[in-house]
Structure formats: structure tokens, C-alpha cells
């Protein structure tokens, strides 16, 4: 069953959490390569068009060709984000920050939380409690 174009939009809208600005200067990072040059890279290169055609994130602004990569963009991320899930078990915010997975979600347009929550795990941690 084939999503609703809401749902699409909405989806797209929550998962790719970078900037256009933010997305292209991470593409000209050498980094972004680590995961291959092929799609990601091209799908990044879409995402920054459809978010600078539409800053407003108007819905009857996208056309069939943005919501049909939109779709692909929904699909990627929900797919490596489920997989990725447990590497916060098992690895430190520098070697979760520098896994294939992590650095293609970021090709897609989206940056991992999961080190951002594991640092504000270790910050509240060593914080001293106020009572």
C-alpha cells in the first residue's frame, strides 16, 4: 500500500533534520564519500533542491518528481535508522559518528541523534544533582 502524500511530506519533513546549507556543506566534506559516491550523494543533491524550492515546506508546493524522491528519502531512513538503533549499545559517539550508516543517513539529509542522546546521557552523568 502506497503512502498517502501527507504522510509522505510529513515523513520527509521529520527525518531529513539538516539544512539545505548545512547538507551541502557537509557533501563537500570529504567524509560524505566513506559511504560510497553514488546515490546517497545523489540523493543529497536532490534533497538540497527540494528544500531550497520549498523553505516554506509548503505541501502543494512539491511536485510529483519531489514526492516521488521524498518517498525513497522516507523509506532510507526509516531502513537504516532501525538498523542503526543498536549501535548505541555497542559503540562510542566517535566510532558511531564514523560508521558507514551514520555517515550515509547524513548523506540523505539526516543527522543521527543517537550520539547526540548518548553525550547528553554522560553530561546530566557528571552534572552535579541539585536538590
Known sequence: ????????????????????????KWLEDPKSTKAGTGVGIESGHKII??????????PEKYDEDDIAHMRKVVSYAKRHLAQEDHLKDTKTRTELENTK?????????HVSRASDAMNVSLIE???PRTP
Open 1 to 24: 500500500m502506497v503512502k498517502p502524500r501527507e504522510e509522505v511530506i510529513r515523513e520527509f519533513n521529520e527525518e531529513v533534520n539538516m539544512s539545505a546549507d548545512e547538507l551541502e
Open 125 to 127: 552523568y557528571w552534572l
Open 101 to 109: 550508516s551514520t555517515i550515509s543517513l547524513k548523506n540523505w539529509g
Open 49 to 58: 533542491e527540494i528544500l531550497r524550492k520549498n523553505p516554506e515546506k509548503d
